[in-house]
């Protein structure tokens, strides 16, 4: 079960952090030292909507934890995707934005509803030139190694395609026609059933369970419940991240903690709380601090504010 929200201080002794500026990591040398990244959805909107101040805290707590690099849930340019690989989208939204040196890490990022808006092929193609972004698939694992020894593999899951709203005009507005999911489910089950990494961590667009209600249908997606929930149970997935909802939000539900970290420009203007421990509508992000035993996540709000820390226990 999630932890009670910890004070400012007690989140920052959570990655290891001196409390006085500038912040630094009393373990950056150390090999029981986290890996640290961090995470972020819904932002391309040319630095509006306090995109470019969460762009500013997430370059000083990207500094401060020494984050190896950033996720990014998806809807990586509003209104309507990017147009080709020189879309001036690229500059006014991430290039120019996203400056600090602590951010000029890989971007392991995921496709959104609005990046099917435009052309999401272009998307994969800026992977061949960029240094930082990183999409080479529409769905995909990497691993990465905490210093401690502990692995984590990620699996960045393309789930726009299993969204049936989006068929029922042809998929004319979200071009998601002619993707093959159930491809994308056999490899997520494959390769989740052949990890050997101490973590199993799962990336997705869309949330399985939201606090936000729709349709009078509970929050989420019934599409993802059906379909990639009962994939995350079978093998005790500790954490499912997102976006697409322009919040912050924590739920616990069987095996699986969902963080919902869809708050990187313009927000909604409340929180549903159905099923949540914690949301906010404050423009912000995620840091995650992973060793063997423990996966310690703060959201942090465009203020430099801590709001809300949760640590999950590895799975046993």
């Given at each position: 079960?999630?932890?009670?929200?910890?004070?400012?201080?007690?989140?920052?002794?959570?990655?290891?952090?001196?409390?006085?500026?500038?912040?630094?990591?009393?373990?950056?040398?150390?090999?029981?030292?986290?890996?640290?990244?961090?995470?972020?959805?819904?932002?391309?909107?040319?630095?509006?909507?306090?995109?470019?101040?969460?762009?500013?805290?997430?370059?000083?707590?990207?500094?401060?934890?020494?984050?190896?690099?950033?996720?990014?849930?998806?809807?990586?340019?509003?209104?309507?995707?990017?147009?080709?690989?020189?879309?001036?989208?690229?500059?006014?939204?991430?290039?120019?934005?996203?400056?600090?040196?602590?951010?000029?890490?890989?971007?392991?990022?995921?496709?959104?509803?609005?990046?099917?808006?435009?052309?999401?092929?272009?998307?994969?193609?800026?992977?061949?030139?960029?240094?930082?972004?990183?999409?080479?698939?529409?769905?995909?694992?990497?691993?990465?190694?905490?210093?401690?020894?502990?692995?984590?593999?990620?699996f960045v899951l393309d789930t726009?395609?299993?969204?049936?709203?989006?068929?029922?005009?042809?998929?004319?507005?979200?071009?998601?026609?002619?993707?093959?999911?159930?491809?994308?489910?056999?490899?997520?089950?494959?390769?989740?059933?052949?990890?050997?990494?101490?973590?199993?961590?799962?990336?997705?667009?869309?949330?399985?369970?939201?606090?936000?209600?729709?349709?009078?249908?509970?929050?989420?997606?019934?599409?993802?419940?059906?379909?990639?929930?009962?994939?995350?149970?079978?093998?005790?997935?500790?954490?499912?991240?997102?976006?697409?909802?322009?919040?912050?939000?924590?739920?616990?539900?069987?095996?699986?903690?969902?963080?919902?970290?869809?708050?990187?420009?313009?927000?909604?203007?409340?929180?549903?709380?159905?099923?949540?421990?914690?949301?906010s509508v404050e423009s912000g992000?995620t840091a995650f601090a992973l060793?063997?035993?423990?996966?310690?996540?703060?959201?942090?709000?465009?203020?430099?504010?801590?709001?809300?820390?949760?640590?999950?226990?590895?799975?046993?």
């Open positions: 079960m999630p932890l009670k929200p910890l004070s400012r201080r007690q989140a920052l002794q959570g990655f290891g952090l001196a409390l006085a500026a500038p912040f630094a990591p009393a373990w950056a040398a150390s090999p029981q030292a986290p890996l640290t990244f961090l995470a972020v959805g819904d932002w391309g909107r040319d630095g509006a909507f306090h995109q470019a101040e969460v762009a500013a805290r997430m370059g000083e707590t990207a500094a401060a934890i020494r984050a190896k690099f950033v996720i990014s849930v998806g809807d990586n340019f509003y209104e309507d995707g990017v147009a080709g690989v020189d879309d001036p989208k690229w500059r006014t939204s991430f290039e120019d934005v996203y400056t600090a040196p602590s951010l000029q890490t890989p971007w392991q990022v995921a496709l959104g509803n609005h990046d099917y808006h435009g052309d999401t092929q272009a998307q994969l193609d800026y992977s061949k030139t960029s240094r930082r972004w990183r999409l080479p698939a529409r769905w995909r694992s990497f691993t990465e190694t905490a210093p401690d020894g502990a692995t984590a593999e990620f726009s395609p299993f969204i049936s709203d989006y068929y029922a005009d042809g998929a004319v507005k979200v071009k998601v026609g002619g993707q093959d999911t159930a491809a994308q489910l056999a490899w997520f089950e494959a390769a989740m059933a052949r990890s050997t990494a101490d973590w199993k961590l799962v990336v997705g667009h869309h949330p399985i369970y939201s606090g936000n209600l729709r349709k009078g249908e509970g929050g989420g997606s019934p599409d993802l419940v059906a379909k990639l929930d009962p994939i995350l149970q079978h093998h005790r997935v500790p954490l499912y991240l997102c976006g697409h909802d322009h919040d912050l939000q924590h739920i616990a539900h069987g095996d699986t903690h969902y963080v919902c970290t869809g708050a990187g420009s313009k927000t909604r203007d409340s929180c549903g709380m159905a099923g949540s421990d914690f949301c992000f060793t063997r035993e423990t996966l310690h996540i703060a959201y942090r709000d465009w203020k430099g504010d801590d709001l809300h820390v949760v640590d999950i226990p590895r799975p046993v």
